[in-house]
């Protein structure tokens, strides 16, 4: 599960990684009262969990509270990738560095190892430099039974190619990311850039992290951050293209092996419970838009206590908000059936009555695209 800058910057400061005064706003007010405490030049932000938000338009600038409200007003009707942009992160402008370096650690499922890569290349495109000059990346496995140490954390600044005035400051920043995404179950943690300032201190001037999926269910202390304090739904995420979402884990279990059974893998497990409100299905469609590899999506739904009506209408609202292209194939029966999919033709969107065959246009529809 991918999570939002500022989440990620939360647990960065709680790790000691040093980051930019910040504060979330979720309206242009709060924009205004936020860049007035914070007191300096901002960058506005938008939190979106989707990459290439510069290059779209995502992170504006602004020299004073008035300016910060406007920008604010302008990214909250912006969308990146088919994501609606509703929170910003008022965050003071670093305008003084010197250098910037690039820090990552992921997991390398095939390695069954965490990987540190770190270059001197940092605010680039990291693949784009990966591709043309590999050399300036170094690239160290971390066995992860062993307990990593910080002279091992300063040699791979030394070969990144350091100042040796400035070996001890990075290798700290490389030993406390790898301890980051240690400590809370994460398959990524990034900085980029790790920006060197004026006067010789090193900040994150951005942060990514994804936590694996099963952590947020394991750790209080991930539960205490906005994102994780409810688990609305059970969802686990997996290596196929079709997302499935269920109402009930015997439905969702059901529909997944449908989906086997006609010849391809299921991208997710997504219970939303019996009693799944149109705003909790919203919530789990969009999230399973977030899913890169998601190129249909199965809606199983037999509603008891979930009406159909409540799920055609978040179907309805959730196609329009994301403006999305990927396909939905829906399987509606139970309480208020009628008037559910009454709401479905009205919008011709399509359903079908059948668990088998929605499973089957599921399918159809996944090699249309091949």
């Avoid at 504006?60 to 929170?87: C, M, N």
């Avoid at 179950?185 to 900085?191: K, L, M, Q, R, S």
């Avoid at 090193?202 to 947020?216: G, V, Y």
């Avoid at 969702?252 to 059974?261: E, F, V």
Wanted: net charge negative; charged share 30%.
């Amino acid at each position: 599960m991918n999570i939002h800058e500022y989440v990620a910057k939360n647990i960065f400061r709680k790790m000691g990684i040093r980051v930019p005064e910040s504060l979330l706003a979720n309206t242009p007010e709060e924009a205004y009262e936020k860049t007035e405490i914070i007191g300096k030049p901002v960058a506005v932000k938008s939190q979106v969990l989707t990459g290439g938000r510069g290059k779209s338009g995502g992170i504006l600038f602004a020299d004073t509270p008035v300016e910060a409200e406007e920008r604010t007003a302008e990214l909250l009707q912006l969308k990146i990738k088919g994501e609606k942009v509703s929170k910003v992160l008022i965050e003071e402008k670093i305008e003084d560095k010197a250098d910037e370096y690039y820090l990552s650690v992921i997991l390398d499922r095939d390695a069954r190892k965490p990987l540190i890569m770190a270059s001197m290349a940092g605010g680039m495109d990291i693949e784009q430099v990966a591709k043309e000059t590999p050399e300036k990346i170094v690239k160290q496995y971390i066995d992860p039974i062993k307990t990593f140490m910080p002279y091992e954390a300063r040699n791979i600044a030394l070969q990144m190619g350091v100042d040796t005035s400035e070996i001890a400051k990075v290798g700290d920043m490389i030993w406390k990311l790898y301890h980051t995404f240690n400590e809370y179950d994460a398959t990524v943690a990034e900085i980029n850039p790790l920006i060197k300032r004026d006067d010789g201190t090193f900040i994150a001037a951005d942060a990514k992290m994804a936590i694996d999926d099963d952590a947020r269910f394991r750790h209080t202390k991930i539960k205490e951050f906005d994102e994780f304090k409810d688990d609305k739904f059970a969802y686990v995420k997996l290596d196929g293209d079709i997302a499935v979402i269920g109402n009930g884990a015997g439905l969702t279990l059901t529909a997944m092996d449908l989906i086997k059974y006609y010849g391809e893998e299921p991208a997710t497990f997504l219970d939303v419970g019996g009693g799944a409100s149109e705003e909790i299905i919203r919530e789990a469609i969009s999230l399973v838009l977030k899913n890169p590899n998601v190129k249909v999506i199965f809606l199983n739904v037999l509603g008891g206590i979930t009406r159909a009506d409540d799920v055609a209408n978040a179907v309805v609202k959730i196609m329009k908000e994301t403006d999305t292209d990927i396909p939905i194939v829906i399987r509606l029966t139970g309480t208020n059936e009628e008037e559910g999919q009454r709401i479905l033709k009205e919008n011709n969107i399509p359903f079908e009555t059948s668990m088998e065959k929605s499973a089957q246009k599921a399918v159809e529809l996944l090699h249309q695209q091949e």
